[in-house]
């Protein structure tokens, strides 16, 4: 049925030019959108020194060595592409000003003299692992990637819960200045981020939250963004509902947890998302509030990757891969939500 | 078990006054119905008995006891929705169940108790499906059981049967019926159908712009209407109204003319009346004579045959719209010219002024 699906023209049973379009139109978009993740990707299990190479390569290569008889170390292999010992491959020996010591590999014995403009380096399809597993080893990957799922889960949790409750009040409850509240709510996505950030910095330092997780969670969990969403999912919600609860002997706390939080899932999955996404994806206030080493975020220690003098590329990019999968995994699973959780919370 | 008792209970939203002082008693093991056009507060009524609006002013007692302040989940009162109200996210078990858990009622407890309400409405057999996957008499049900279960001092029903078919609606009327006669609770029940008011009631409560206009059981409130709205309210079709002027009060009779002169006699008392007040005369569709070969000329527009019974829409000459019921079937067409005569003793008359009813000296249908 989905081949059905796709494979559907608007022409009867051929091409018509609206089809090429769309199918032009779709197949560029997901180039431009998923070539640069695949790079990424791709680029991660290259070597420091195929990274550097020029032209790059889409695919991770690494030059083939061979063990050749009378030679302890590995010699890598070349493909002579000019001069006297044209289409041979030979195995490198040393290699002397513009000049290459080469051997063959099934003659070691004989020595020969190649050009090294003459030459390229044999290369075959492999995965430098030792980008992921450095991560592990040498730059504490495990303690980064603790912190940012710490600040990430108990941020969203809180978020979630204080959101949701506010936008109980705001949407069931009748009280003065209820759209006061809700509009002065609103009002504070007008204020760009950057304003608040000295202001909040200075009330977090007072508090004694600077380099603690804390000092990240806390001023995030209140989101304008959820409450709105939250607040017009749950206007959907009917009162008969909340009053049935009250008559079945349920307090108001039972009324917002047994049916109006149950019943609010999709925007509450919605939520879950941006804030994942959020939480994981900040930079620049962690980057303010935590100093020390030890209590750096995944972007953080990211950034750290970046030095003044050198990068180092390859397990910059192997840290880039494990930190898009654990967002990528959130999504593919809460994302059926976020079309359904949006289109209801916006009409009716 | 119950006896609810309501004292100038009054209603303000804002400025506006929704129930203007209402005054009631209803007794342990009532059916009481409220009924009224839309608007006439008569929901707003049962929500603040039930304790989802807050009271303005007057006092609510249950047993006696004053229970304003009392929050809805304390007054022990179980409700059935309009629109069910069933927890779409729960199953129909765990509907019935949510409020006995909420008063921490053991286990096995909620199951026999809930077993027993689901056996009584013959629900058993959907018991772990969720309300989406009920059709509207089912869901109806379940909103019962949920009621039944917590076996509550009052039963409070919200327009229970109005989101449902005809056919289905005169099923659950019976079975609300005699869900009463099975659990003798106090009942109070609100509808706008007077249909459902009358099969159902022991004591009909007939409101209107929040103030009661009487009070009654079903047959009182149709042979002895206090008013022209309740008359009108009470009984289908609609009883007809004649604009007239007294000509002369009798002790027991009352002569009335209308504009063309034809003469009328009811069989009301005539106190407070004199020669020359305007007033209405009032007749019900059942209780208009008409076909015979005496009394006056009416043209017949419209005629519904049922078989079993007649209606016929007939109009006087000088516009005057009347209905007539007919049991049985009727040799008379449309268009044809008909007699009807209005029986004394069987003739409501109303002050034009004030609407108020002259107290009828003979009922017609005890005769």
């Known amino acids: 049925m989905s081949l059905g699906f796709l494979t559907r023209t608007r022409g009867r049973g051929r091409f018509d030019i609206t089809d090429w379009l769309t199918w032009i139109y779709l197949f560029t978009a997901i180039f431009l959108m998923f070539g640069p993740v695949l790079w990424v990707v791709l680029s991660s299990f290259k070597t420091e020194a195929a990274l550097q190479e020029y032209p790059p390569t889409l695919l991770p290569l690494a030059p083939i060595t061979v063990s050749v008889e009378g030679y302890e170390e590995p010699l890598q292999l070349f493909r002579v592409i000019a001069g006297e010992h044209e289409g041979k491959v030979l195995a490198q020996v040393r290699r002397i000003g513009l ?6 590999p099934a003659n070691p014995a004989e020595k020969l003299q190649v050009n090294i403009n003459d030459r390229v380096p044999e290369r075959e399809f492999a995965l430098a692992l030792e980008n992921y597993t450095a991560l592990f080893d040498r730059f504490n990957f495990g303690l980064y990637f603790w912190n940012s799922a710490f600040i990430t889960v108990v941020a969203t949790i809180i978020t979630v819960l204080f959101n949701s409750m506010a936008a109980f009040a705001l949407s069931k409850y009748q009280f003065r200045g209820r759209t006061i509240v809700f509009v002065l709510i609103i009002a504070t996505l007008m204020i760009p981020p950057t304003i608040n950030l000295i202001p909040i910095y200075l009330v977090v330092a007072e508090l004694g939250l600077v380099n603690s997780p804390w000092g990240v969670i806390w001023p995030a969990v209140a989101t304008p963004t959820g409450v709105f969403l939250l607040r017009q999912y749950m206007l959907t919600i009917p009162d008969d509902l909340l009053d049935a609860a009250r008559m079945d002997h349920a307090s108001e706390w039972k009324v917002y947890w047994r049916i109006v939080l149950p019943l609010s899932a999709p925007a509450l999955a919605v939520l879950v998302i941006f804030s994942v996404m959020w939480r994981w994806n900040e930079f620049l206030w962690p980057l303010i509030v935590l100093s020390r080493s030890e209590n750096f975020t995944l972007q953080l220690a990211l950034n750290s990757f970046q030095g003044e003098l050198q990068t180092a590329w390859s397990n910059l990019l192997a840290m880039t891969i494990l930190t898009l999968l654990p967002i990528t ?10 079309t359904t959780g949006i289109a209801s919370s916006g009409v009716k | 078990m ?7 209970i009054v209603k303000d939203y804002g400025t506006t006054r929704a129930i203007q002082g209402v005054d009631l008693r209803i007794e342990n093991g009532e059916f009481c119905v409220f009924v009224g056009p839309s608007g006439c507060g008569k929901s707003t009524l049962l929500r603040m008995i039930a304790g989802l609006e807050e009271i303005t002013n007057g006092e609510l007692r249950l047993d006696g006891q004053r229970v304003n302040e009392q929050r809805a989940s304390q007054r022990g009162l179980a409700m059935v929705f309009q629109t069910y109200a069933l927890y779409p996210h729960m199953t129909v078990r765990q509907n019935l169940a949510f409020g006995l858990e909420n008063i921490k009622t053991p286990k096995d407890e909620i199951k026999a108790r809930v077993d ?7 629900i058993e057999s959907y018991l772990d499906r969720k309300p989406k996957q009920l059709s509207g008499g089912q869901r109806q049900r379940v909103a019962i059981g949920r009621a039944v279960v917590r076996e509550p001092r ?3 029903f919200d327009e229970p049967l109005s989101n449902l078919d005809a056919e289905l609606r005169v099923t659950m009327r019976g079975e609300i019926s005699s869900l009463h006669r099975r659990l003798g609770n106090t009942m109070i029940y609100v509808t706008h159908d007077q249909v459902e008011a009358m099969t159902m009631a022991d004591k009909i409560v007939v409101l209107r712009a929040g103030v009661i206009e009487q009070v009654g059981t079903p047959l009182e409130l149709y042979n002895r209407p206090v008013n022209q709205f309740v008359a009108g309210f009470i009984g ?18 009352v002569t009335v003319k209308d504009a063309n002169g034809h003469a009328y006699r009811a069989a009301v008392d005539g106190s407070g009346l004199a020669k020359g007040d305007a007033a209405q005369l009032g007749i019900r569709p059942d209780h208009l004579d008409i076909g015979g070969a005496d009394g006056h000329e009416v043209t017949v527009n419209a005629i519904e045959q049922l078989g079993g019974d007649s209606y016929l829409y007939c109009e006087r000459p000088d516009g005057t719209k009347l209905t007539a019921h007919i049991a049985g079937q009727t040799p008379i067409k449309r268009g044809d010219k008909a007699r009807a005569v209005f029986r004394p003793e069987l003739s409501h008359l109303f002050r034009k002024d004030t609407g108020l009813a002259q107290k009828r000296l003979k009922i017609g249908e005890a005769v």
């Open chain 1, 329 to 338: 995994l959130v999504f593919a699973v809460l994302q059926k939500y976020v």
């Open chain 2, 154 to 156: 009052v039963f409070l």
């Open chain 2, 236 to 253: 289908s079709p609609r009883m007809n109204f004649v604009d007239v002027t007294v000509d002369a009060v009798d002790g027991e009779v």
């Open chain 1, 99 to 104: 000049m290459s010591q080469m051997v063959d």
């Open chain 2, 116 to 122: 027993g309400a689901a056996k009584m409405l013959q």
């Open chain 2, 2 to 8: 119950a006896v609810v008792e309501l004292e100038k």
